[in-house]
């Protein structure tokens, strides 16, 4: 490795520390996507009970986050655009399939999150605070 007086450079196609702390700050938008979307199944019994919804209306507090994520421009961008930036920093094959095990491994770690952190909120707290927005 080269010195160039801060930090050591890594050869050409390894990835070094900058490239996996990058990873982290990726993968930290796909853990909390996939958790806020569990999240939210377990405050259903509550908005029920408080709000009363119809059953069409129920409907579309279950399938309005979903579908707004997916039609939304930053979430149809979030999945490709994440792991376009881990197939340009990680150039050498092991580390890019690591890389992106560990990205497949936060977005199904937010799903088993989910529930568990539901359930801690809901014991806790109120059932807004499973959801980024406060429904009034």
């Not at 990873?23 to 405050?43: I, N, T």
Request: proline share 7%; no cysteine; charged share 10%.
């Amino acid at each position: 490795m080269r010195h160039t007086g801060t930090a050591p450079i890594p050869p050409p196609g390894k990835a070094g520390r900058k490239q996996w702390t990058g990873l982290a700050v990726l993968v930290l938008p796909v853990l909390l996507v996939s958790l806020d979307m569990q999240v939210l199944s377990y405050a259903l019994p509550f908005i029920s009970g408080e709000l009363g919804p119809s059953s069409a209306q129920l409907l579309w507090i279950v399938d309005i986050y979903p579908f707004v994520l997916a039609l939304g421009l930053g979430g149809a961008t979030l999945m490709p655009s994440t792991l376009s930036l881990i197939r340009t920093m990680f150039s050498d094959d092991g580390q890019r399939r690591t890389a992106i095990a560990v990205w497949t491994g936060a977005f199904a770690g937010g799903a088993v999150l989910g529930p568990l952190l539901g359930g801690v909120l809901l014991e806790h707290f109120w059932w807004g605070s499973v959801s980024a927005t406060e429904w009034r």
